[in-house]
């Protein structure tokens, strides 16, 4: 059922009190965006949502997203109650967010002027609830950097020593491969392995070939079984057997290398440790 609602207060993030116009009092999901205002919201016994947002998500990124439902940001209308890292855009008179896992990415996006270079996975939800123990791992940039400098087509970089410093916080392994692709350019897929996680952080990159430049790079998360994850980095397998890929990101153009860098050190979640604790082996 579909009634008008006065937005009164917050009362915490996400959700706002009202009143109808009976003065019953009404939970409404990002009623805070419509502080002050009467909107129209669909009630399920005494909880709202804005009109904005009675849509299904998936309908929605599958008529305007691409293939992985990524929506271009030129087709998003950023609205005037949109702030840095909690950002609010407009698509056909539905309302959505950034996908919380990537908003600082957006953030480095905008600020570089690359807005309109960029996807990104839309959300229904501003707010998300992450509980991750303290991780650590080797500084990418060296990584690749290695990597590429060497030519070494699979590199695998980890802790040997994990139970040594374990009282630092758990510690991710990556792995790299490498390869000159038929422009000539340099293409490689990073993987990322947290802890025991059966999450894998993904990201793939395009280096064009005097290394000034990322021409493309986009993230995602690789869902996929512990053992699947042991295989990849253990043995080198081409590639991992997914329950589920989730892009998340992507940026197509002439994107600095520092802005490049930027971008992959902010997706992968941890505190960078220095070289001298990794180890790397080479496929």
Same mark, same amino acid.
């Given at each position: 059922?579909?009634?008008?609602?006065?937005?009164?207060?917050?009362?915490?993030?996400?959700?706002?009190?009202?009143?109808?116009?009976?003065?019953?009092?009404?939970?409404?999901?990002?009623?805070?965006?419509?502080?002050?205002?009467?909107?129209?919201?669909?009630?399920?016994?005494?909880?709202?949502?804005?009109?904005?947002?009675?849509?299904?998500?998936?309908?929605?990124?599958?008529?305007?997203?691409?293939?992985?439902?990524?929506?271009?940001?030129?087709?998003?209308?950023?609205?005037?109650?949109?702030?840095?890292?909690?950002?609010?855009?407009?698509?056909?008179?539905?309302?959505?967010?950034?996908?919380?896992?990537?908003?600082?990415?957006?953030?480095?996006?905008?600020?570089?002027?690359?807005?309109?270079?960029?996807?990104?996975?839309?959300?229904?939800?501003?707010?998300?609830?992450?509980?991750?123990?303290?991780?650590?791992?080797?500084?990418?940039?060296?990584?690749?950097?290695?990597?590429?400098?060497?030519?070494?087509?699979?590199?695998?970089?980890?802790?040997?020593?994990?139970?040594?410093?374990?009282?630092?916080?758990?510690?991710?392994?990556?792995?790299?491969?490498?390869?000159?692709?038929?422009?000539?350019?340099?293409?490689?897929? *990073?993987?990322? *392995?947290?802890?025991?996680?059966?999450?894998?952080?993904?990201?793939?990159?395009?280096?064009?070939?005097?290394?000034?430049?990322?021409?493309?790079?986009?993230?995602?998360?690789?869902?996929?079984?512990?053992?699947?994850?042991?295989?990849?980095?253990?043995?080198?397998?081409?590639?991992?057997?997914?329950?589920?890929?989730?892009?998340?990101?992507?940026?197509?153009?002439?994107?600095?290398?520092?802005?490049?860098?930027?971008?992959?050190?902010?997706?992968?979640?941890?505190?960078?440790?220095?070289?001298?604790?990794?180890?790397?082996?080479?496929?």
């Amino acid at each position: 059922m579909k009634t008008t609602v006065q937005i009164l207060n917050r009362i915490f993030p996400g959700i706002a009190l009202g009143i109808n116009s009976f003065e019953k009092k009404i939970y409404v999901m990002h009623g805070d965006l419509k502080m002050g205002e009467e909107c129209l919201v669909e009630i399920t016994e005494n909880k709202g949502i804005l009109e904005e947002f009675n849509y299904d998500l998936d309908t929605l990124t599958e008529k305007y997203g691409d293939k992985d439902k990524l929506i271009h940001a030129n087709s998003l209308i950023e609205l005037k109650q949109s702030r840095p890292l909690d950002r609010i855009f407009e698509i056909n008179g539905n309302w959505c967010f950034p996908d919380y896992s990537i908003r600082h990415l957006l953030e480095i996006s905008i600020e570089n002027g690359l807005l309109s270079n960029t996807r990104l996975k839309i959300s229904k939800t501003r707010y998300k609830s992450i509980s991750r123990a303290n991780y650590f791992g080797l500084d990418f940039i060296n990584a690749i950097n290695k990597t590429i400098e060497k030519g070494i087509e699979v590199s695998y970089y980890y802790c040997a020593e994990k139970k040594e410093w374990s009282h630092m916080g758990g510690f991710a392994d990556y792995l790299i491969k490498l390869n000159i692709n038929k422009d000539k350019n340099i293409e490689f897929n *990073a993987w990322q *392995a947290i802890g025991d996680e059966n999450t894998l952080f993904y990201v793939h990159g395009i280096i064009e070939q005097e290394k000034k430049w990322f021409i493309h790079i986009d993230f995602a998360y690789h869902h996929t079984e512990i053992e699947e994850i042991a295989k990849l980095f253990l043995e080198h397998k081409k590639k991992p057997i997914l329950l589920n890929k989730e892009k998340l990101f992507r940026i197509d153009g002439k994107i600095s290398i520092e802005i490049g860098f930027d971008l992959i050190r902010t997706f992968f979640p941890l505190s960078e440790l220095a070289t001298e604790y990794y180890n790397v082996e080479h496929g």
